[in-house]
């Protein structure tokens, strides 16, 4: 007699999709969960502080805090040791956020505030900025000392027009080319030995290209023949 295999189902049942993560749909609920998380709370009692809101917060608060919150706009956190920005991805009407000197490597959150204006992330662990593309309301964009490699998402940035990428790892702009509204760019401190790109940009005023690598390019000579005030030409490590 043979006897017949009847498959089991494993690994792939019902359960399983209830245990993936469900992103809180108000602030009041992310602050409920994020009270438990060492990373989120350090963000959340920065944001209570801002409003006179008891430290730490506690997950009774959250809704109080919430409410407290909803008709602030501009945001301050210098230094304040802050590692994650989730929070913001509740907090849409920002338009003025500075979280410079801080231990931030991930931009999560920032992608929802697109009313943001004024950005600044300088002195932080920063990779990568992705999170940034769909923020086309972005006038002022200071991402000075940081790990920043690649800043193809800023291509799409039709506002900006005072930008800091000073001391970070770019090799290439040639994404800035789209971002005709560029006024005022400090780019020294990098690795770049062009510049192409930058010629296309018609209101750019002030360049800084300090502390790189440029060793031959016209567009300095023909951008100073435009009125645009060049510095940092004579740091560039050339070959003698």
């Given at each position: 007699?043979?006897?017949?295999?009847?498959?089991?189902?494993?690994?792939?049942?019902?359960?399983?999709?209830?245990?993936?993560?469900?992103?809180?749909?108000?602030?009041?609920?992310?602050?409920?969960?994020?009270?438990?998380?060492?990373?989120?709370?350090?963000?959340?009692?920065?944001?209570?502080?801002?409003?006179?809101?008891?430290?730490?917060?506690?997950?009774?608060?959250?809704?109080?805090?919430?409410?407290?919150?909803?008709?602030?706009?501009?945001?301050?956190?210098?230094?304040?040791?802050?590692?994650?920005?989730?929070?913001?991805?509740?907090?849409?009407?920002?338009?003025?956020?500075?979280?410079?000197?801080?231990?931030?490597?991930?931009?999560?959150?920032?992608?929802?505030?697109?009313?943001?204006?004024?950005?600044?992330l300088g002195g932080n662990a920063i990779e990568t900025i992705d999170d940034l593309k769909g923020l086309s309301s972005l006038r002022v964009l200071r991402l000075q000392g940081n790990e920043i490699?690649?800043?193809?998402?800023?291509?799409?940035?039709?506002?900006?027009?005072?930008?800091?990428?000073?001391?970070?790892?770019?090799?290439?702009?040639?994404?800035?080319?789209?971002?005709?509204?560029?006024?005022?760019?400090?780019?020294?401190?990098?690795?770049?030995?062009?510049?192409?790109?930058?010629?296309?940009?018609?209101?750019?005023?002030?360049?800084?290209?300090?502390?790189?690598?440029?060793?031959?390019?016209?567009?300095?000579?023909?951008?100073?023949?435009?009125?645009?005030?060049?510095?940092?030409?004579?740091?560039?490590?050339?070959?003698?």
């Open positions: 007699m043979k006897l017949k295999l009847v498959p089991v189902l494993v690994g792939l049942s019902l359960c399983s999709a209830a245990q993936a993560e469900v992103r809180p749909k108000t602030f009041a609920a992310y602050c409920q969960k994020a009270v438990t998380q060492e990373a989120e709370r350090l963000t959340l009692d920065a944001l209570a502080r801002l409003v006179a809101v008891r430290t730490p917060v506690e997950a009774d608060s959250c809704e109080y805090l919430e409410e407290a919150l909803a008709p602030r706009t501009r945001f301050s956190f210098r230094g304040k040791d802050l590692v994650s920005l989730k929070a913001f991805a509740y907090l849409p009407q920002a338009t003025e956020l500075i979280a410079s000197n801080n231990r931030i490597k991930s931009l999560s959150g920032l992608e929802a505030l697109t009313k943001l204006e004024i950005l600044d490699s690649d800043i193809t998402a800023l291509s799409g940035l039709g506002s900006l027009s005072d930008l800091s990428l000073g001391s970070n790892k770019i090799t290439d702009v040639k994404p800035l080319a789209k971002v005709e509204t560029l006024e005022y760019v400090n780019l020294s401190g990098n690795a770049l030995e062009s510049l192409e790109g930058l010629e296309s940009l018609p209101k750019l005023r002030v360049l800084n290209i300090g502390f790189n690598k440029v060793c031959e390019s016209s567009f300095v000579s023909e951008a100073e023949k435009k009125g645009v005030t060049v510095i940092g030409q004579d740091t560039q490590e050339c070959p003698r």
